[in-house]
């Protein structure tokens, strides 16, 4: 699934977080592994965290 730029991949009951590009635009495309999850609901929390962060920028 991918939502604003972020990558969301499951392996097995593991969820794991990427930021896979820049949200400006203007930057080089980035890759951050922002770690590893048990549960599809902190995933997406994180998830959420970090588009209200990017909307702060």
């Known amino acids: 699934m991918t939502v604003r730029g972020y990558r969301l991949d499951a392996v097995g009951l593991e969820y794991q977080l990427y930021l896979v ?23 997406l929390a ?3 965290a970090l588009t209200a962060q990017e909307g702060r920028r």
Do not use: M, V
């Not at 400006?24 to 495309?29: I, K």
């Open 21 to 43: 590009r820049l949200a400006d635009g203007c930057q080089e495309a980035a890759t951050l592994a922002l770690g590893t999850c048990r549960s599809p609901s902190i995933a």
């Open 46 to 48: 994180l998830l959420a």
